[in-house]
């Protein structure tokens, strides 16, 4: 397995690279927005605006990796999303903001398109959750340890944004210049959502609800944690503590999830995730040191369910439908990315401080429910005569 692992290491290198380049850039235009009086509706409009384009770029990315290649692609996608931050620096408006978020989110389902489809495709089912895991705890690191650099510079100045500009372009380097193999795929077997649903009911709708989650955590965490008073500081330590609890979940999940049904382990960290949301809307406004660790927790047990979701669904699928299914996939992850934010928004603006909370239950309430009612319907894969 540690040989597998390691044949990795030039992609895991640059999405360690790309998510210190989301995660600061989220919490940098968080922070910005509120500074700059950008009204919550238009903060959280601007911050759907990635997730947007990564719905979009989940349409026509599959094609342009089929024609290209996926070192190919990572290369020029990598490189749209070093250009695309500077503009943030130099025009500071909700609408070009919006914009450039639309062009990022498009960039990242390419980077990402292009990750999991390689993981997939060089994984089998019996270490595909630990692989998959070990590809978002990489991810989640950079978001992480992104948050600590916040406080290198003013974020009402530019060179913070240079320095997503730059970590952005190290990201290619090793992927560009390593000879590494990656898979080909010659056919794409197309896969409609309603198709993958009838394949993995809950990897869809666990796919959906998760990335509403996920969204509301990693757009709307600076946001919210800025709209409360926090100094720069503590928001970089409150981020933080969500991302790397994340991190340290993410292995040990995503092996049990390995030896036991998934689906029990969906389960699990969703249950988890809503009652540490609820306790969040009850106490923590009143209790500053609760809030460090309930946000913790729920990055602990929120952030691992995508990659348990993904792990489930490539369980039923062959290796030729890897990439379509991705992509089929993003589309999901998309419809509930675009929605995280603007909800978040909308909780925060009816519901006050509180709402940031009560918007994580909500979404985590109901795959709680629909995985529970997958576990009682339905036998699990490994021993599923037929496919769910």
Known sequence: MFRALMSFWPLFFGLGMIGFNIGMQNSLLGIRASMENFSIMSTGLMMSGYFAGYFAGAIYIPNIIAKV???????AFGSVTSMVILIHAYFVDPFVWTLMRFISGVSMMAIFLVAESWLNADSSNNIRGTVLSLYVMVLYAGYGSSQFCLNLGNPAESELFVMISIVASLSMIPMLLKQTHTPCFSVVDKIKIVELYKISPLGVLGNLFNNVINSMLLAMGAVFASQIGLSLSD?????????????LFLWPIGKLSDLVDRRIIIFACALLG???????????????ALLFVIIALLGGFCLPIYSLCLAHMNDSLSPEQFVSA?????LVAGVGLVSGPFLTALFLRV???????WGITAPCGVLTLFTAWRICRYPPVSIATTLE
């Open 326 to 330: 991705g992509a089929t996939m993003s």
């Open 69 to 75: 290649g996926h070192i190919r692609t990572f290369g």
């Open 235 to 247: 928001i970089s330590l409150f981020m933080a503590a969500m991302l790397f609890s994340g991190v």
């Open 274 to 288: 809503a009652v540490c949301a609820v306790i969040g809307a009850l106490y923590c406004h009143t209790n500053s």
């Open 351 to 357: 519901l006050g401080s509180q709402g940031f909370f």
